[in-house]
């Protein structure tokens, strides 16, 4: 390390790559200081995506309250396209890396971005409400301001599948008992509750939190930014992903595709006509 110090090409070589999260050299590794041989058995897998992330050990509450929320969005069944696509992989001869990777990229902004954009619309409603506004104020302004945007479906309300996702309410529940706590604030969820309430009356029937709203609250109560909720979702439901990757990889099958080789699509271009004679 001394070298570096005196070397400025070695030290110009240091920084290029320069990081405040891991110290390594040979017989060193420190996650943000903290030694990786102190850290095992002692810290979480919850707590040690909170460390690297955020820079420090989260208390217990808080890392008890992001592992509920990593949990509940593990998985949610093949006809969601990145698992569809995991077990279309795994029949390609791939190994799980591959078809990881297959399905982590296309958890996009219509396929897993809800939760940061829900994360996000939460927050526009907490600014109003820091600059005066009352929390009915903020709700009735921002979704105004969403459907100005062209906003149709509000990210973290309804689901296709769900007419009550079964992850929201509970995660919400827990919410309140971190709150009563004092883990968080449990500002997020009066104001996911809020939306909720707002969105009933305006088209007179509940549109209830999904799951994507619900772990967004939860990533909001807790401090993260924005942008990290669709990250901590890429690696939620990368558990389900291996695991289906895993199973379809012991089926034998090959070549799998969307739908069975029986069921041809619908094809509805011109009908069958003569190729044009060359002049």
Not at 33 to 62: C, H, N, T
Not at 82 to 90: D, E, F, L, P
Not at 215 to 220: Q, R
Request: proline residues 6%; aromatic residues 8%.
């Amino acid at each position: 390390m001394s070298d570096q110090n005196h070397d400025p090409t070695i030290a110009a070589d240091a920084a290029w790559w320069a990081t405040g999260i891991i110290e390594m050299e040979p017989g060193v590794i420190r996650y943000r200081g903290y030694p990786v041989e102190e850290l095992i058995g002692r810290v979480s897998f919850a707590q040690m995506i909170w460390l690297l992330l955020r820079g420090e050990l989260p208390g217990k509450d808080e890392a008890e309250l992001l592992d509920i929320a990593l949990m509940s969005a593990v998985d949610h069944g093949p006809q969601a396209p990145s698992i569809a696509i995991a077990r279309m992989a795994a029949t390609c001869g791939v190994g799980l890396n591959n078809a990881m990777a297959s399905a982590v990229n296309v958890l996009g902004d219509v396929h897993g971005g809800a939760g940061e954009q829900a994360m996000t619309f939460f927050q526009a409603v907490a600014a109003r409400c820091d600059a005066g506004a009352s929390l009915e104020e903020a709700v009735e302004a921002e979704l105004a301001a969403f459907a100005a945007a062209g906003g149709r479906f509000l990210p973290g309300f309804g689901h296709r599948f769900h007419p009550i996702d079964p992850r929201a309410p509970r995660l919400l529940e827990m919410v309140d008992v971190y709150a009563k706590k004092g883990a968080v604030s449990g500002r997020f969820a009066a104001i996911g509750r809020a939306v909720e309430n707002h969105l009933a009356a305006e088209k007179g029937k509940r549109i209830p939190m999904n799951i994507d709203g619900a772990t967004a609250v939860i990533y909001a109560e807790l401090g993260f930014p924005a942008p990290l909720a669709r990250g901590l979702f890429c690696l939620s439901r990368s558990v389900g992903i291996l695991a289906h990757a895993w199973e379809e990889s012991q089926s034998g099958l090959r070549n799998k595709g969307p739908i069975p080789r029986e069921r041809l699509w619908r094809y509805d271009g011109p009908a069958k006509r003569p190729l044009p004679e060359a002049d």
